[in-house]
């Protein structure tokens, strides 16, 4: 109950502190967490784009720095807020702590959240037993835990991008766009390519909307709790259709405004209890570099560094180009020994996470 940063103003000015340590009492037990916009799943490299959703806990306090339509930048450190969680005693202020942290919701950037809460309901850390080597030993040990779409999600983005097609038709030039809606399978059919984890995936989307995909109805939906708290989804938002009703249940998904610089690459952000990231259209495929492997940026952010030409032979693990941002230097480094085909950056440039830096043959 004692404001500390007034009784260091106070105290600074030369005003006695005014109590002492017989008046100070412990009440209860308060834990708190830094959610940061990184990705736990690659060496909590930080990341940045824009916050496309937001929404607080109720029950926790809140010191932060971002709101929808903000830009998480490059140039300054990537942590997004402080939840603090108060309780009558620790095991209390943990469970309000992990009920806080799954009602936080952060669309855009990719964020430490889930992993948060998975380390805070650890039983070392519930129960107060944590070292200082304590999570060096848990993340070697740790397997990677990405979140994976389901079928749910999956139909979800499937649908969004039919709709997105509709509203956003290719020119009469594309073959695939300029033959009415008609196909095979019959009138108002799409066929949706989507990416996920390594995989890619034909998905058949019927409709115009509503829309069925796989046996699932998915329709554009209200956005829940629209007049409760917690919430600050703008209305340009909503006029974008981007909540939507699957089997009961409604999602968030949002096509993403940076991918190399443009949306119409197709990447969909959609949030489900977390993040999921679903690219859709083929991948990508170069007849002139089969075999090779495209080396890409692991963040955003500036080339500070070329060390090889087109040409060079490499070693395995012999840095290749490296990448700063938010105080962070990480260099690309060969994935085996081989030759560099092609340098596709130069110092100085400001690239995106997944930009193609280099195009390596392996031996």
């Given at each position: 109950?004692?404001?500390?940063?007034?009784?260091?103003?106070?105290v600074a000015m030369g005003e006695p502190l005014g109590l002492t340590q017989d008046d100070v009492r412990r009440e209860g037990h308060a834990v708190e967490v830094r959610v940061y916009a990184e990705d736990p799943e690659q060496d909590f490299l930080p990341q940045a784009g824009d916050v496309r959703h937001v929404r607080w806990p109720e029950d926790a306090r809140v010191d932060c720095g971002i709101d929808e339509d903000s830009v998480v930048t490059t140039d300054y450190d990537p942590m997004l807020a402080k939840l603090i969680a108060h309780g009558a005693s620790r095991d209390d202020a943990f469970s309000k702590?992990?009920?806080?942290?799954?009602?936080?919701?952060?669309?855009?950037p990719r964020t430490n959240i889930a992993f948060l809460r998975e380390v805070t309901s650890h039983p070392v850390v519930r129960e107060g037993r944590?070292?200082?080597?304590?999570?060096?030993?848990?993340?070697?040990s740790r397997p990677a835990n990405p979140p994976q779409p389901d079928d749910v999600t999956v139909a979800v983005v499937a649908a969004a991008e039919a709709a997105w097609a509709l509203l956003h038709p290719r020119g009469r030039q594309d073959p695939w766009g300029s033959g009415g809606s008609w196909r095979g399978l019959g009138r108002n059919v799409t066929h949706v390519v989507v990416r996920y984890s390594g995989l890619e995936r034909a998905v058949v989307v019927a409709g115009t909307g509503p829309f069925v995909v796989d046996g699932r109805t998915v329709r554009a939906s209200e956005r829940p709790g629209a007049d409760g708290p917690g919430f600050r989804i703008r209305r340009a938002h909503d006029r974008d259709n981007a909540w939507w009703e699957c089997d009961g249940e409604t999602v968030l998904a949002l096509?993403?405004?940076?991918?190399?610089?443009?949306?119409?690459?197709?990447?969909?952000?959609?949030?489900?209890g977390t993040q999921h990231e679903i690219e859709v259209g083929p991948a990508e495929r170069r007849a002139d570099a089969q075999g090779a492997a495209h080396l890409e940026a692991p963040m955003p952010g500036q080339v500070i560094a070329v060390r090889v030409s087109a040409g060079d032979k490499v070693v395995r693990g012999q840095d290749l180009v490296v990448v700063e941002a938010m105080k962070m230097e990480h260099a690309v480094k060969a994935p085996a020994d081989g030759t560099?085909?092609?340098?596709?950056c130069a110092a100085g440039d400001q690239v995106q996470r997944g930009q193609t830096l280099v195009d390596f043959e392996p031996s």
């Open positions: 109950g004692l404001d500390l940063v007034e009784m260091q103003l106070r702590l992990d009920t806080a942290l799954s009602e936080t919701q952060i669309l855009g944590v070292t200082t080597t304590w999570m060096e030993g848990y993340l070697s096509r993403s405004r940076e991918w190399f610089g443009s949306a119409d690459r197709g990447r969909w952000l959609v949030w489900r560099v085909k092609a340098v596709l």
